[in-house]
């Protein structure tokens, strides 16, 4: 069996989760498999490891799963983007548009250094739209968005589209 089928079979479908029609996609089940969640690392790094990729950042909460291990293994820095007021230090944010409402995700001032080549990684790639303030903030704070890593990508919602005015490589291990 090969990877994305292990991945696929492995994530659990949650019916009307967070709200009635919904199919969510619940990756815990992957963190219970150690061979499998260190299956997911490895392709990851076989897939950027060409690409001159600086640091990493991961999105709140879930794209710190696999990001870090991620920038551990490219041994590059990892660095956090979280939701507005969570991080301790001086910040950069970026509110953007929800389905219902707005949200605000902050990076330290000091987290990318001018020039460096940023990748985004995240568990998820639905509509985009957090995927897209973390480039934002890439580029607030003087870095490049190097591409966009994830690990489920909802291909009906058409996320990909709105990030390839960022940069058009975009990698999901599997898609729905």
Do not use: C
Not at 14 to 20: H, I, S, T
Not at 83 to 110: C, N, Q
Not at 151 to 175: H, P, Q
């Amino acid at each position: 069996m090969n990877l994305q089928e292990r991945i696929t079979q492995t994530i659990r479908n949650v019916p009307d989760f967070p709200k009635a029609g919904i199919m969510f996609k619940d990756i815990t089940p992957l963190l219970k498999d150690v061979k499998l969640s260190a299956d997911i690392t490895n392709a990851f790094a076989e897939y950027w490891v060409s690409y001159n990729i600086d640091a990493i950042v991961g999105i709140e909460s879930r794209g710190f799963i696999w990001g870090n291990s991620l920038a551990q293994k490219m041994g590059v820095p990892f660095v956090p983007i979280r939701k507005k007021g969570k991080l301790p230090a001086e910040t950069y944010s970026f509110e953007y548009d929800l389905e219902y409402g707005s949200a605000e995700v902050e990076i330290h001032k000091d987290g990318i250094a001018a020039g460096q080549r940023v990748l985004v990684h995240d568990d998820l790639l639905a509509t985009g739209g957090t995927a897209i303030a973390a480039a934002e903030l890439i580029k607030i704070s003087g870095g490049e968005v190097a591409g966009f890593s994830f690990l489920v990508e909802l291909e009906f919602l058409n996320g990909a589209e709105k990030l390839k005015r960022y940069n058009s490589e975009i990698n999901s291990l599997v898609s729905y």
